[in-house]
């Protein structure tokens, strides 16, 4: 089967074009954390083109993430993410590289995982984690998408990028508060879905240069009643 159209419904839009498609296919990401965030997010970048997705996470396929992280089967229980997420988004394209990493995210591993890479996409689910990220990014002046969920609302926002950039302190500044409170685990698998997938979007606009990212905004959202509001960091 000739795939040599795989993206022309992408690139036939005027803020994508043949460029836009190009600086995707250019582009490295890093993702860290593949659960319920990191499976939407790394399958629409897949299957957009990005061209190296750098994937972070030490755990392994559990029964609970079967309910929202889509990128497992059952067959894949006890195995560690990173391998069976690669094995899947490779199968979904062909043509792109995948580097993983089964790992966690530290002080210590932070900045060589960032070096090199054009966007950082938050899939995590704990406070300390998502600070290491927003040191290493504002360093390296590298975009960093957050996400986060809880139950049924959602949040995304874009930090350390755009004219005016700021960080995750700023939304979250009393580190000593939340720095080991525990994540929330009730969630419903639809959650992750819309939230990631904004979070994908967010990227895509990042790197081939069209639309208004969500740089020093937060975007939420509540599945209970589709609310969703854009508050200025």
Avoid at 125 to 137: E, K, P, W
Avoid at 156 to 161: D, K, S, T
Wanted: with cysteine; proline share 6%; hydrophobic share 40%.
């Amino acid at each position: 089967m000739n795939i040599d159209n795989r993206y022309e419904r992408q690139t036939a839009l005027p803020e994508i074009g043949p460029e836009g498609q190009a600086r995707l296919e250019r582009a490295r990401v890093l993702i860290v954390g593949m659960g319920g965030l990191g499976c939407p997010i790394a399958l629409y970048l897949a299957a957009a083109g990005v061209g190296t997705l750098v994937l972070v996470d030490d755990d392994t396929v559990g029964p609970t993430n079967l309910q929202r992280q889509v990128l497992y089967a059952e067959t894949d229980l006890g195995k560690p993410k990173v391998l069976c997420a690669a094995q899947r988004l490779r199968q979904l394209n062909g043509q792109i590289r995948i580097e993983i990493n089964p790992c966690r995210l530290t002080d210590r591993n932070a900045t060589a995982l960032v070096e090199g890479c054009d966007v950082v996409v938050d899939g995590t689910d704990n406070f300390a984690t998502r600070y290491i990220l927003d040191n290493v990014c504002a360093r390296a002046r590298v975009p960093y998408i957050y996400g986060a969920v809880c139950g049924l609302e959602g949040q995304v926002a874009v930090f350390h990028a755009g004219p005016h950039p700021r960080s995750y302190r700023d939304l979250y500044p009393d580190e000593e508060a939340v720095r080991d409170l525990p994540p929330d685990p009730r969630v419903v698998g639809v959650t992750p879905a819309v939230v990631g997938s904004v979070q994908a979007s967010e990227t895509l606009k990042i790197l081939a240069g069209y639309g208004e990212p969500l740089c020093g905004k937060l975007w939420t959202v509540d599945l209970r009643t589709l609310e969703t509001h854009i508050l200025t960091i």
